[in-house]
Structure formats: structure tokens, C-alpha cells
């Protein structure tokens, strides 16, 4: 089992990036999914989930209204495109899946699959 984030990079205040959170061997559909990231020496922070199983979204304060999570089941693949860029976003980014089918972010999720992250760096 293993999620693997990519798309991170170096960009601008006020650009965008996307993110992809790919599966292997297990699959995204009917389970909560979640993106977090984190600064070192700073406590990691969740920032969007999403239920695969009717598409609800949620988002940290922090992002809303920048940040989309999306899904797309056939590609066994979770999304979450970043607008409006600010350094303060600026960490190590990773995805993490509950492995119970059935699971949705509303439901308190457990995220004991957990992929590796990808940077996403904000500066001039």
C-alpha cells in the first residue's frame, strides 16, 4: 500500500500549484482523504479532506477559498489545486488515506496510511 504526493515546486506569491496524491495497491474510492503539511520544527497541520463516497469537501481556515480537493476515482488519484499562493504556505505537503471503506472526513478519521510528502516552496 502506498501513497505518493507529487507537483510540489518553487512559485510566486499569488501563483498556484497542483498537487497529486497517487495510490498503489489500495484504492481511494469510499474513503476520507486528507492533505496535510508540515514546517519543521512546527506541528504538522491538516489542511483539506475529502469523502470519496459523495465528493464532500473540508478545508482548514487557513486555505479556504484557495485551495480545492478533488477526486478522481478511475485514476485512483486525489487532487488539491492551490491558488492565491502566500510564503506562509510554504512546507512539506502529503496525502493520508483511512483504510476503512466507508470512512468520510465527517466521521473522524483515521489516517494510518500516510504517503510521502512533496514541498511546495512560496517566495519571490
Known amino acids: 500500500v502506498q501513497l505518493q504526493a507529487s507537483g510540489g515546486g518553487l512559485v510566486q506569491p499569488g501563483g498556484s500549484l497542483r498537487l497529486s496524491c497517487a495510490a498503489s495497491r489500495f484504492s481511494l474510492d469510499h474513503r476520507a482523504i486528507g492533505w496535510f503539511r508540515q514546517v519543521p520544527g512546527k506541528e504538522r497541520e491538516w489542511v483539506s479532506c475529502?469523502?470519496?463516497?459523495?465528493?464532500?469537501?473540508y478545508y482548514a481556515d487557513s486555505v479556504k477559498g484557495r485551495f480545492t480537493i478533488s477526486g478522481d476515482n478511475a485514476k485512483n488519484t486525489v487532487y488539491l489545486q492551490m491558488n492565491s499562493l502566500k510564503p506562509d504556505d510554504t512546507a512539506n505537503y502529503y496525502c493520508?488515506?483511512?483504510?476503512?471503506?466507508?470512512?468520510?472526513?465527517?466521521?473522524?478519521?483515521?489516517?494510518?496510511?500516510r504517503g510521502q510528502g512533496t514541498q511546495v516552496t512560496v517566495s519571490s
Open positions: 493520508a488515506a483511512d483504510r476503512r471503506y466507508g470512512s468520510s472526513c465527517h466521521d473522524g478519521p483515521n489516517f494510518n496510511i
Open positions: 475529502i469523502s470519496s463516497s459523495d465528493g464532500s469537501t
